[in-house]
C-alpha cells in the first residue's frame, strides 16, 4: 500500500559579509531565486546570534524586490556593524 507523504524542508544559506565575496555572493542568490520567495533575512554576529531580522521584502514587487533587498540589507549592515554573516532562509 502506497501513502502520500508530507515533507517538511527548509532551504538555508549563510553568507559571512566581512569579506565582500559574501555580499555578492547574496546579489547571485537573489538573481537565481526572488528575495519574495524567502521567509525571513537574519543578521547574525560571530556566535551566530541574531542581531536583527527582517522579512520586508515580502511587500515589494517581485521586479523590485532584489534591488530593494540588497539596499536594505545595506543599511543593516550600516545600522549593526556587528553583524558578521547574513542568513537567507526558507521554510
Known amino acids: 500500500m ?3 507523504k508530507n515533507f517538511r524542508y527548509k532551504i538555508q ?3 559571512d559579509i566581512k569579506y565582500q565575496e559574501g555580499l555578492k555572493d547574496v546579489k547571485n542568490i ?3 531565486i526572488n528575495p519574495r520567495t524567502l521567509n525571513c533575512i537574519n543578521f547574525l554576529d560571530e556566535d551566530y ?3 536583527y531580522n527582517t522579512n520586508d521584502f515580502i511587500m515589494w514587487s ?3 524586490a532584489p534591488q530593494k533587498t540588497m539596499k536594505e540589507i545595506k543599511e ?3 545600522k549593526y ?3 558578521r554573516f ?3 532562509y526558507k521554510k
Open 30 to 32: 537573489f538573481k537565481i
Open 86 to 88: 547574513v542568513e537567507l
Open 76 to 78: 543593516v549592515l550600516k
Open 81 to 83: 556593524p556587528k553583524v
Open 2 to 4: 502506497c501513502g502520500i
Open 62 to 64: 517581485f521586479v523590485d
Open 49 to 51: 546570534k541574531t542581531i
Open 13 to 15: 544559506w549563510v553568507f
